[in-house]
């Protein structure tokens, strides 16, 4: 009988885990099952596994209606930069070059920098090498469509990744400047980690992986070093995107 005490004391815990969680019926038929065994198979105490320190409490629970999802927190922090945040010199003059190289509204550009920086933050990008992309892509013209179906400034393909434009809403579309933005450095960071190497991530991005002259990547990479000795010190090289 002794020997029994801590299998009975473990069944009771059982029956407690289970009351815990509204399923005190569930609880007595595992308890009484578990008993059966151990008298059938005469089971030792020692076999008796300890029961893990949690509540199923947290388990079953379903999550309060207050409680901020993972679409809200993106969503959120997307909309963040645009919502009066103060411009540093060095985006006042980005904007001021942007504007005038590629003959797009100043106040236009004033709209996508702030995007262009959260969203090199968030996928740790060069905020620059993100600017060199989309001037080779698109050239700033954020309605811009290819033969091949690519969409916005940063010219992604949206039948490509549609789990990545599902996370900003079931209408968003990569016309829109700040979903373009963020989609395109979000496929662009995924890139460059898969391939190894900023060219070779370029060269995925559009395509082009066997491509033994890497024209793509070089010319991008060429308008982000313009940028650089535009804007030196960057805040930091393109091979930190790795």
Known sequence: MNKLYPVFKGVFAIVV????????????????FIGLRVSEAGLTPQIMPSLPEFSLINAIEPASGNAPSSLDFIMTRDDAPASGQKLSAQQKALIDQVSRRHRVARAAVEQYIPHIYSAATQYRIDPLLLVALISVESAFNPTAESVWGAQGL?????????????????????????????????VLREYIRSAGSVEGGLQRYVGSVEDPDLVYSNKVLNEYRRLQGLFAPPMQTAQAAI
């Open 154 to 186: 940063t010219q992604v393909i949206p039948r490509f990744h549609p789990e990545k434009l599902a996370l900003h809403g079931p209408d968003a579309t990569l016309l829109e400047p700040r979903i373009s933005i963020h989609v395109g450095a979000q």
């Open 17 to 32: 885990h289970f009351a815990h969680g509204g399923l005190l019926a569930v609880g007595v038929m595992v308890s009484v």
